[in-house]
Structure formats: structure tokens, C-alpha cells
């Protein structure tokens, strides 16, 4: 019996060394395009007259239409302007000079990671006079090499979704496809391989805070730490190539999702989605085994709502503070079928000592070395083992032995003396069920229920103190406990591998975020964040101590929570008992820090940053640790 246990901590640091520092100063005399932080974006554009000369120092008014919240910087001499960062959503563009009309451009969307430039054309008129126009989507980005797409709340909203889950619209992508077999589940919960590169190094981030699963083993089946529903996603990038410093970490694909705000206006959704076994056909090996369609149901309810912190006749938040919130329930009952070996009706019914069924069930027939011909199936006695030698006589038999070796002498009727059974194999024997199909193999076919309850909860506080200051706070949690079932059942379990048995896993994903405006040319974003998974599968009786000595195996060390019917593998029938993987617990929290500063330097942009991880990883996990026979 083994245990294995494996903690690991380490500490990444990022974009942040001596020769950064040289080449951030170096920066400072270099033109650049300003790229946005993690999960927001950039508005930039030129601001001209009507004979296409640049006006310095106009005002410029970026306002979201969702909160109301609204930035002010000013055009440099050459007409440039830029802001970032900007959440995504949607915004207006106001621009003021004195000797001109005031121009206002509604309704541009600004996506993750996005540079939308929006340039103005002045005319000459009195500041009173205004002209508002609708902003038109780019077909081409331009001011950003990075390579990738993104999916709005159209796309999110329309495209279908195998189980609600948004990260599956990644194998969309140019460049992605799906992952080779392997045995977590990863497929299933949306991994993916980009550009060649495994699935295990893609990154995946949450309002601008990590939100890998750091396990490697993936126990939980997913890559990924928190999901939110589909209902909560504002939108999400999926990049494969050329993407900027802050995605590190990534050798694959980036997975940049943001989850939606409150704004001005209440609003929110709820939703029910069910599968039901009503509506499907029946399993393959179920009809092949005469078998009825076994259970499925599949429930996905729950809501979101968002809007402005309103406490009548004590506080109104609107333009101010902003709340958003969900909760997804998902419950599925799912049965699996099994296709095993058990010992026959007659074998069970005699206590083990009529094997007939072996013979029966076979056609052909074996020599040994004695010429004597006997059916396949037939047991022969052990204490009538003996040598006999080519050309001499067995004196038990009276035969001339044609070859050199063992022979034994086969068993009567097949029917084996209840008194050389060992009682302690009988009473193990026994655990095993009564066949439900003719047969010596194959001869038990069941559909177990496979039972998955999830909690999925998200919630968002956005507040805006002043113009040159606003953050956010918000929780992701999640509970998914689940039953793998045994296609035995009961104390003979008889798994396969370690799925089976009741597993937890609970996760959280946690951040904070202040933006702070120095001037109209100056901005840091300060990021604080902290993620975690706690992975446990215990098998079926972990808790019941004892069980192998009441079946006469003695010296088992199987305290709780290390219980159970110890691994026994017989040949011709399914394994007894447990396996011998479990208990397994693996463990990730992952603390990050994160601060960024942009600067406008006259026809100049920079921006620079660090990133400080400290990931820790635990895994305990156990070989053979109660016996393995």
C-alpha cells in the first residue's frame, strides 16, 4: 500500500525584470499604439477640421450608456486622443471645442481587448450646435495584431450550447479543434487544442483574473476553475496568436470572458431547460441485451437580474453603483450502462460447487496428457495434480502418459465438494449479483444512475466613487457534488477504473479592481485576485470501516475514510470491491496581484505593468491503499 502526497508552491512574476525596466524607458521615446488591459479595451481616434488639420485640446467625453459613467481626456497637438482602460459595452463619444459644434457618436461597442477608433471631422459653429450620428461597426480590426474573435451576447445567445457552457463556442475559432481521447472529461467540458498546442496550456480568465485549474491531474474534469452561465457572460475573446504580455503565462489560447454589470436599467432573465429520456432512444448494448431504456434527466434553471443600488429614501445608485447577480442549478440524473461477467444462476444457487454452466455454455473439447478427452469448462482437482513421464504409466489411471508433465483429475459432473470451497471465498463470491442474461460472459447488464447536483452562484458590485476613480468586487462559487455509480452495486462495486464513488468539488473565484485616473493622460488599474479548487473522490463505502475482516480478509488498513470491499480481481469475472486509486483530494489555490499604467506622452503611448502569481497545488493521492489481490 502506497500514499503519495505532492504539495507544490511557487510564485510566477511576470513582465517585470532589470532588462524590462531598460526597455520600459526605452518605450517612453518609441510611438505605440496603446493596447487595453486584460479584460477591457481602448477607445483612441484623431480629431480634425473640415480641411483635415489636427485640433489640439479639444475636450472629449467618453460616457458608457449602460451606467452612465463618463471619462474626460483631451486631443493632443497632432488631434490624437485615447482612453483605456474601458470596460466592454456599449458607449457615446462626445467631442467640444470652442469655434466648433459639438459632435457626439452613439452606440459604440467596445469588446475585450479591442482598440475602437472613432475619429471626428469638426465643423466650424458655435458650441450649442449639435450633431449626433450612430457609430458603424469596423469590418477589419486594425490597431491589433493579436489573432482571434469575439463572441457578443448575439453569438452567445443564438449559437447552441451542449450544456449551457460558453467555452465550447472556442472550437469555433480559426485555429482550435477538439482535444484527443483522454480520460476526464475534458472533451465534454469544452477543452480544446489551439494551434497545435495541448489543451492543458490554454489560459482562461475572468474579469481580468486567472481562472486556470492548476491540478494538471483535472479530477474535476475541467480545465477551467469557475464557469457562469451563459445568461451572465457580457462577451468573451478567444486569441491564439500574437496576444500581448499580460497572457504570459499561455502557450495555446487565451480565454477572456467578462461577466455582466448592473446598469441604469433593471434587468435580468430566467431560464429552464430539461432533457428527458422521453425524448431519446435507447442505448445500443441496452437493446443488445434486451434491457429498457434507462433513466436520463437533465434540469438547468436558473435567473440573473442587475440594476442600479436603490434603497428608497436612503441611497440611489444610479450612475453610481451597480449591482449584478445569478444562480444556476443543475441536476442530472443519468443512468450508465455496463456490460459485466458474474457467476451463473446455477453457480450462485449451489454455493459454488456445480459448475456445469462452464460446460454447457462451451463447445469443444481439450486432451491432456494422458489421451483423455474432456469438454471445455470441465475443473479438474487440484490435489490430484501429479507428474507422469512420455511412454510410462500413470498408475492412477492405468493410461501411458504420450508426454512429459502435470495432469489432474477432472471433477465429476463438474460439481466441486462444498467441503474444499475456502468459506471465506464463498461469502465474497456471493457479493456478486444474480445474472439478468444467459451466458458465462457478459451475462449482467445494468444502467446505474449517475447522480450530478450543481450550484453555480455569481455576483457583481460596481461603483463609481468620482471620474477619476471606480472598482468593482466580485464572487464566483460553485458546488458540484456528484455519484459515480459501481456497475455491481453494493458491496461488490466491481469499477474498472476510480470512476466511481461520491466526488466533490467546490471552487471559487474571487476579484478586486480599482481604476484610478491621475489626468487625462495617466491611468493604473490595480487588480487583486484569488482562485480555488478542492477536488475529492471518495469510493462508494469510504466511510464503513471493518468490512474486510467481517469477510474473513484480515490486516486491511481501512479506517474511514479509507473503507470498503478490498480490489480482488478474478479470472472470467468482473473485479470485486473498490479500486485501487481512491481516496484521492487534490487542492489549487492560485493568489494574484496585478497593476498596470497607462501614459499618453504627446503623439506617444506606453503602457507597462507587472503580474505576481502565487500558486499552490496539493495532491494526495493513494495506490493499493486498502489491498489489491
Not at 429520456?277 to 442587475?306: P, V
Not at 445494468?446 to 472598482?471: C, E, G
Request: glycine share 10%.
Amino acid at each position: 500500500m502506497n500514499y503519495m502526497l505532492n504539495v507544490t508552491e511557487k510564485f510566477a512574476c511576470g513582465r517585470f525584470s532589470a532588462l524590462a525596466a531598460a526597455i520600459i524607458c526605452l518605450g517612453f521615446l518609441l510611438p505605440e499604439v496603446a493596447k487595453p488591459q486584460v479584460d477591457t479595451g481602448t477607445i483612441r481616434g484623431t480629431i480634425t477640421d473640415s480641411s483635415g488639420r489636427p485640433v489640439p485640446d479639444a475636450q472629449v467625453a467618453i460616457a458608457n450608456q449602460g451606467t452612465g459613467f463618463v471619462v474626460n481626456t483631451r486631443s493632443v497637438s497632432d488631434g490624437a486622443y485615447i482612453f483605456t482602460p474601458l470596460h466592454a459595452g456599449t458607449y457615446a463619444v462626445t467631442v467640444t471645442m470652442t469655434g466648433f459644434g459639438k459632435e457626439t457618436k452613439n452606440g459604440i461597442t467596445l469588446d475585450v481587448q479591442q482598440n475602437a477608433v472613432v475619429d471626428f471631422g469638426l465643423k466650424p459653429g458655435e458650441v450649442a450646435t449639435s450633431i449626433e450620428v450612430s457609430a458603424a461597426t469596423p469590418l477589419l480590426q486594425t490597431q491589433d495584431a493579436s489573432v482571434g474573435q469575439v463572441f457578443d451576447r448575439h453569438e452567445i445567445d443564438t449559437l447552441p450550447l451542449n450544456g449551457r457552457n460558453y467555452t465550447l463556442l472556442a472550437q469555433l475559432t480559426t485555429g482550435t479543434t477538439t482535444p484527443v481521447a483522454e480520460t476526464r472529461g475534458l472533451s465534454a467540458s469544452g477543452s480544446f487544442i489551439a494551434n497545435g498546442v495541448p489543451s492543458i496550456y490554454n489560459t482562461y480568465i475572468l474579469d481580468g483574473i486567472t481562472n486556470n485549474n492548476n491540478t494538471v491531474d483535472f479530477l474535476n474534469g475541467a480545465a477551467y476553475v469557475v464557469r457562469p452561465p451563459v445568461d451572465a457572460i457580457q462577451e468573451f475573446k478567444v486569441q491564439t496568436g500574437n496576444y500581448s504580455a499580460e497572457f504570459a503565462r499561455a502557450a495555446g489560447a487565451v480565454v477572456n470572458a467578462v461577466l455582466k454589470s448592473g446598469t441604469n436599467q433593471v434587468h435580468g432573465n430566467a431560464w429552464e431547460f430539461l432533457r428527458n429520456d422521453a425524448l431519446d432512444g435507447t442505448d445500443y448494448f441496452l437493446n443488445a441485451g434486451n434491457q429498457k431504456k434507462g433513466e436520463f434527466r437533465r434540469n438547468q434553471f436558473g435567473f440573473t437580474l442587475g440594476g442600479p443600488v436603490v434603497i428608497p429614501r436612503v441611497y440611489n445608485g444610479k450612475n453610481k453603483t451597480f449591482i449584478f447577480g445569478d444562480l444556476e442549478e443543475t441536476r442530472i440524473r443519468q443512468a450508465l450502462p455496463f456490460v459485466d461477467s458474474v457467476p451463473t444462476l446455477t453457480e450462485k444457487n449451489s454455493g459454488f460447487t456445480n459448475f456445469q454452466d462452464l460446460i454447457t455454455a462451451q463447445s469443444g473439447t481439450q486432451k491432456d496428457l494422458l489421451g483423455r478427452t474432456s469438454p471445455l469448462g470441465q475443473v479438474f482437482d487440484p490435489a490430484s495434480t501429479r507428474t507422469v513421464t512420455s511412454g510410462q504409466l500413470d498408475a492412477v489411471s492405468g493410461t501411458n502418459a504420450t508426454g512429459s508433465g502435470y495432469v489432474r483429475d477432472p471433477f465429476p459432473g463438474n460439481i466441486v465438494p462444498a467441503s474444499r470451497l475456502s468459506p471465506v471465498a464463498v461469502k465474497l463470491l456471493d457479493l456478486f449479483p444474480a445474472p439478468n442474461n444467459p451466458g458465462i460472459v457478459n451475462n449482467m447488464v445494468t444502467d446505474p444512475i449517475k447522480q450530478i447536483n450543481n450550484t453555480t452562484v455569481d455576483i457583481r458590485l460596481d461603483h463609481n466613487f468620482s471620474q477619476k476613480d471606480q472598482t468593482f468586487v466580485r464572487a464566483s462559487l460553485a458546488w458540484e457534488p456528484q455519484y459515480l455509480p459501481t456497475p455491481l452495486g453494493g458491496l461488490a462495486e466491481g469499477a474498472a477504473n476510480f470512476a466511481e464513488g461520491n466526488q466533490t468539488n467546490d471552487v471559487m473565484n474571487l476579484a478586486w479592481s480599482e481604476t484610478h485616473v491621475f489626468n487625462a493622460s495617466m491611468v493604473n488599474e490595480f487588480r487583486l485576485g484569488y482562485s480555488h479548487v478542492n477536488t475529492v473522490r471518495l469510493q462508494p463505502f469510504a466511510d464503513q470501516g471493518g468490512l474486510n475482516a467481517q469477510y474473513g480478509i484480515q490486516g486491511i488498513p481501512d479506517t474511514p475514510p479509507n473503507g470498503g470491499l478490498t480490489q480482488i480481481n478474478i479470472s472470467g469475472l468482473n473485479q470485486l470491491g473498490g479500486h485501487n486509486n481512491l481516496p484521492l483530494n487534490e487542492v489549487n489555490g492560485n493568489l494574484q496581484v496585478h497593476d498596470n499604467l497607462s501614459k499618453q506622452w504627446k503623439s506617444h503611448s506606453l503602457r507597462v505593468g507587472f503580474e505576481l502569481q502565487r500558486v499552490k497545488v496539493g495532491v494526495f493521492s493513494a495506490q493499493f491503499p486498502h489491498g489489491y489481490f
